[in-house]
């Protein structure tokens, strides 16, 4: 019995140590994903973007003291676990509600814009990391697409600053898009569903794709979220198919034993919560909480991801990166667009 309470009381002493180390730097990071919530909510801004500025401005805490293994922990650890939580927005009505040809449309515009982006990097002298980041957040859904990416890849130094660039260049851009492309609907004279689907199947954040869809009227709106929801269903099988590439080629030079998983967790645990919803055993209000911790989880962990960055790093950024991410961009808006033209 002695023994058996001394362990208990030493596993208590480590539980109540690690709180410690990580709670000062995971409340910082909360703190600011809700400033950036309210500047959200009062000002449009977008959250993501406000969550990661802010994190920037605060990352001499992130350098050394309490807060940096908290920090640490949230970028790594609450990421993953937001991105998990995706699963729960994804479920098979939403590809049978839309049907076989818009849905290929949008699995085959992702497809190639990844491709599109390995094949510029090229050009461009951009190592593949960056191409599959950019590309990926570009195809998928933006900011969390980039950070879920970003948990796969490889690191090196480079990493975090690649990521950064990645989340404000894609929420800018979305962001231009919202504005812009419902007047490039207009000038095409798309009807509502088309416009939806141009809309979803472009417009890299889900935010940004809300605002634009209802912006036009109510059946635009549904129609551009549930596209853009199908976007996000292709994280998954995405991230598997980075995974083996990176198993298979990723690791030479570096450490075979640092090489990720085969299936990521995180990725395990979004198809289970995506299928558990698919069958109806996830509840609507179930799925809606879900929903919005997985918001309010990758709002926390970009604040972090900014904490952890020093601003003076992504001026070594060339303007080769910018031209990357806004030809990938392009890409995917001519090809959706061309392939509406085709279909309707």
Known sequence: MARLSAAISERKFSIEQNLGLLLPGFSVAIVIGIAAQFLSDHYGAP????A??????FSFLAQEGRCVSGVNFTARTVLRFGVALLGAR?????????????ISLS????ALTILFGLLTAQFLSQNWRFAILTGGSVAICGASAAMAI??????????ERNLIFTVLAVTTLSTIAMVCYPLVTKLV????????VFLGGTIHDVAQVVGAGFSVNDETGETATLVKLIRVTTLAPVILCFSLFIRTYGAVGENRDARPPLIPGFVLAFLALAT????????????EFLSNLSRWALLVAIAAVGMKTELRSMLNLDG??????????IFLAIFILSGLHWLT
Do not use: Q, R
């Open 150 to 159: 970003a948990a796969v890849l490889p690191k090196n130094e480079d990493s």
């Open 276 to 287: 558990l919803n698919s069958i109806g055993f996830v509840p609507a209000m179930m799925a």
């Open 47 to 50: 959250a993501m973007l406000m």
């Open 90 to 102: 994804i479920s098979v009505a939403l590809l049978i509600d839309l049907g076989a040809p818009l």
């Open 107 to 110: 699995i085959a515009g992702v």
């Open 52 to 57: 990661l500025l802010l994190g920037i401005a």
């Open 320 to 329: 080769k990166a910018i031209v990357l991410i806004v030809a990938e961009t």
């Open 189 to 196: 004279d798309f009807d509502s569903v088309a416009t939806g």
